[in-house]
T-cell receptor
Framework: NAGVTQTPKFRVLKTGQSMTLLCAQD?????MYWYRQDPGMGLRLIHY???????AKGEVPDGYNVSRLKKQNFLLGLESAAPSQTSVYFC????????????FGPGTRLTVT | AQSVTQLGSHVSVSEGALVLLRCNYS??????LFWYVQYPNQGLQLLLK??????LVKGINGFEAEFKKSETSFHLTKPSAHMSDAAEYFC?????????????FGQGTTLQVKP
């Protein structure tokens, strides 16, 4: 039982490049979330999903897209990376029964130059 | 709208001393409140939560927090700090009726424990 995994762990992009971050969970959780963590700002919700095939915007969705084609996977895409997207990205998931107990992945550290 | 304010971005205590991390919230409806901990280079882990019922809640690793509606606070305490408690701590709030599980996090407080 791996919990929540994120791929890759580190990435450096040039401005304008695109990439996809993968989040996978093996707990059969319905809910999944993408956050970004920046110093002094805590975690801010980018997008979330309440079930397979559904996505919704969080606090800071601009510049990101997401997809949840399979229940266990939640993809975060950056179409044209900007230096302001340099951050640590965390994925989390929770079950319908324990909706407020979120399980977090180890994070992806992204640098955009 | 909900919001969370954590007073003090850095708190330093000696090993064995009381730990007190402050959290105040703003919510137009009765909230659910949480404390998460983040150890270096790791994701967040739930420490404890308040939903309904008893206002003093106990969590893992000897931490506890008390929900005080009149003060809109949910401060985290531990009677005796251990070196392994050094981490970043986040307070979070949600609106239970939203049924989305969305959390609003505070800015975080880094706890340093000195030997």
């Amino acid at each position: 039982n791996a919990g929540v995994t994120q791929t890759p762990k580190f990435r450096v992009l040039k401005t304008g490049q695109s990439m996809t971050l993968l989040c996978a969970q093996d707990m059969n959780h319905e809910y999944m979330y993408w956050y970004r963590q920046d110093p002094g700002m805590g975690l801010r919700l980018i997008h979330y999903s309440v079930g397979e095939g559904t996505t919704a915007k969080g606090e800071v969705p601009d510049g990101y897209n997401v997809s949840r084609l399979k229940k266990q996977n939640f993809l975060l895409g950056l179409e044209s990376a900007a230096p302001s997207q340099t951050s640590v990205y965390f994925c989390a998931s929770s079950s319908q029964r324990g909706i407020y107990e979120q399980y977090f992945g180890p994070g992806t550290r992204l640098t955009v130059t | 709208a909900q919001s969370v304010t954590q007073l003090g971005s850095h708190v330093s205590v000696s090993e064995g001393a009381l730990v007190l991390l402050r959290c105040n919230y703003s919510s137009s409806v009765p909230p659910y409140l949480f404390w998460y901990v983040q150890y270096p280079n790791q994701g967040l882990q739930l420490l404890l939560k308040y939903t309904t019922g008893a206002t003093l809640v106990k969590g893992i690793n000897g931490f506890e927090a008390e929900f005080k509606k009149s003060e809109t606070s949910f401060h985290l305490t531990k009677p005796s700090a251990h070196m392994s408690d050094a981490a970043e701590y986040f307070c979070a709030v949600t609106v239970p009726s939203s049924n989305t599980g969305k959390l609003i996090f505070g800015q975080g407080t880094t706890l340093q424990v000195k030997p």
